[in-house]
């Protein structure tokens, strides 16, 4: 079994400050760790995925995201935020080679403060 | 081609009503999967899809929920006799076959139980 823990319930940031959510995970196998961004009113949106090689991943909307396997951790980090990255932002693991659907931690809400 | 669509978006029940919710994936999609979100949490795994089998209804949370996908595209969600606790947002997500694959979802049906 696996779940996934995002140490954060809200994170208010300033405008064209840095950020990180953090995500720590478990599971007893090898996983793909994924982020998605939930928008007011909208679906699930793949931020990014890692799958394997490069622990470091790169996303759409400048976001990005560092594997560490021995900390069990995929934080996801954006060097500039906008006025239009606040969302619903969700860690979320794969670790029953597809079968059984991805586990979600409880969800980030960032919020971004003029 | 359009993404995933859910109908209703929006549902209202009064408690003991079976409701239906629909899912139309992406054409071409192997897999499919629904999910549970309570208000406040991030997604719960309910049952996937390969074509038309059920590979795996684990979540489904009592025997009063049913899915299928008879000709292995659209989905249907069912629950019988509903509940308070049954109030929620079901999402519904498609993928191409494999765990390394990103899911796509749709907006989602809130279902709200009165």
């Known amino acids: 079994a696996q779940s996934v823990t995002q140490l954060d319930s809200q994170v208010p940031v300033f405008e064209e400050a840095p950020v990180e959510l953090r995500c720590n995970y478990s599971s007893s196998v090898s996983v793909y760790l994924f982020w998605y961004v939930q928008y007011p009113n909208q679906g699930l949106q793949l931020l990014l995925k890692y799958l394997s090689g490069s622990t470091l991943v790169k996303g759409i909307n400048g976001f990005e995201a560092e594997f560490n396997k021995s900390q069990t951790s995929f934080h996801l980090r954006k060097p500039s935020v906008h006025i239009s990255d606040t969302a619903e932002y969700f860690c979320a693991v794969d670790g029953g080679g597809g079968a059984d659907g991805l586990t979600f931690g409880k969800g980030t809400h960032l919020i971004i403060q003029p | 081609g359009a993404g995933v669509s859910q109908s209703p978006r929006y549902k209202v029940a009064k408690r003991g009503q079976d409701v239906a919710l629909r899912c139309d994936p992406i054409?071409?999609?192997?897999?499919l999967f629904w999910y549970q979100q309570a208000l406040g949490q991030g997604p719960e795994f309910l049952t996937y899809f390969q074509n038309e089998a059920q590979l795996d209804k684990s979540g489904l949370p009592s025997d009063r929920f049913f899915a299928e996908r008879p000709e292995g595209s659209v989905s249907t969600l069912k629950i019988q006799r509903t509940q308070q606790e049954d109030s929620a947002v079901y999402l519904c997500?498609?993928?191409?076959?494999?765990?390394?694959?990103?899911?796509?979802f749709g907006p989602g049906t809130r279902l709200l139980v009165l």
């Open positions: 054409s071409g999609h192997v897999s």
């Open positions: 997500a498609s993928s191409f076959h494999g765990a390394e694959e990103t899911q796509y």
